[in-house]
C-alpha cells in the first residue's frame, strides 16, 4: 500500500511538471490562433491604412546599396518573412512606413546608412457574408464598408431575412466581438449609430424571420417523408412504365407494327 501511494505521488508530480511546460507553437498552430487576431487577421484596419497579411509579398531595395540590399519575400503562414543577412522578421500587420523603419533597423547592424524603400503587394482583403442573403461567402473588402452597404450588396431575401437581427461578428481566439444591428435604424430612421465599419476577414450573419425558421423546421421533419413517397413513388412509376410499354409493344405487333 505505500509502494502505491508512493508512485501515485511520482505520477501526480509528473503531470504537474508536463502541465507547466509551454511549449513554443510552431507556424501552423500560429496560422490557425495567431495571439494577434484570428487566422490571416491583423490589428490594423483596411480602411485607415494597407497593412501586410499573410500571402502578400514585401517588395525593399536600398537606394544606397541597390545592388547588395534589394529583393522580395512574401509574408509566411507565422507573419514572418526570410530576407538575406538578417534572417526572419515579423512583419504582418505592419503598414509601408512601419516596415521600411523595421528593415532599417534589422540591417543598421550590416549598413551604416540605408535608405530602404518598400513596395508592398497584397493579394486584398476580404470579409464573409451568411444567411438569407442572395450572396453568400467570401467577398472583396473595398476598404471603406460599413454593414449597411454590406448586406445591401449582398441582396438580402425579401421573403425570409431578418433585416432587425444581422450579426456583425468579429472572429478571434483572445477578444471575440458580436455586434447586432438592425437595418430598421437606418430606413426610415436614419439612425446611423450602429452601423459598425466592417473590417477585414469580419463575419457578417443574416439570420431567417421567425416565419422562416418554422417553414426550414417544417421542411427538415418532412424530409424524410418526402425522400421516401419519392422514391415510392419514382418505383411505381418504374412498374407502371414497364408494363405500358410492354402492352404497347403487345398491341403493335397485333396490328403488324414493330419497333
Known amino acids: 500500500m ?12 509528473l503531470g504537474v511538471a508536463g502541465c507547466n511546460s509551454v511549449s513554443q507553437p510552431g507556424k501552423r498552430e500560429l496560422q490557425y490562433m495567431n495571439p494577434r487576431g484570428f487566422g490571416i487577421k491583423y490589428f490594423n484596419n483596411p480602411e485607415e ?3 501586410a497579411t499573410l500571402g502578400d509579398t514585401v517588395v525593399f531595395f536600398d537606394t544606397l546599396h541597390p545592388e547588395e ?4 519575400a512574401k509574408v509566411d503562414i507565422d507573419g514572418t518573412v526570410l530576407l538575406p543577412e538578417v534572417g526572419n522578421v515579423h512583419l504582418a500587420g505592419l503598414t509601408r512606413s512601419e516596415i521600411e ?7 543598421s547592424v550590416y549598413y ?17 457574408v451568411m444567411g438569407e442573403v442572395g450572396k453568400t461567402g467570401e467577398q472583396k ?3 471603406d464598408l460599413t454593414v449597411f452597404q454590406a448586406v445591401l450588396r449582398a441582396k ?14 468579429r472572429p478571434d481566439p483572445v477578444d471575440p466581438v458580436i455586434l447586432r444591428f438592425n437595418m430598421k435604424d437606418m430606413v426610415p430612421g436614419g439612425d446611423s449609430s450602429f452601423n459598425y465599419q466592417v473590417l477585414a476577414y469580419d463575419i457578417i450573419y443574416v439570420p431567417p424571420t421567425m416565419l422562416a425558421e418554422f417553414a426550414y423546421f417544417l421542411r427538415s421533419l418532412l424530409f424524410p417523408v418526402e425522400e421516401v413517397l419519392r422514391g415510392v413513388g419514382g418505383a411505381l412509376l418504374g412498374v407502371g412504365g414497364r408494363r405500358s410499354f410492354r402492352r404497347g409493344r403487345r398491341n403493335n405487333n397485333d396490328f403488324g407494327g414493330g419497333f
Not at 540590399?69 to 522580395?72: E, H, K, R, S
Open 49 to 51: 491604412e494597407n497593412y
Open 69 to 72: 540590399l534589394a529583393g522580395n
Open 112 to 128: 551604416e546608412e540605408t535608405d530602404i524603400v518598400v513596395d508592398l503587394k497584397t493579394k486584398g482583403k476580404v470579409y464573409f
Open 101 to 107: 523603419a523595421r528593415l532599417t533597423e534589422r540591417y
Open 156 to 169: 438580402p431575401d425579401e421573403q425570409s431575412a431578418n433585416t432587425g437581427r444581422i450579426l456583425l461578428i
Open 141 to 143: 473588402h473595398p476598404g
Open 2 to 13: 505505500p509502494h502505491r501511494l508512493v508512485l501515485l505521488v511520482l505520477l501526480a508530480l
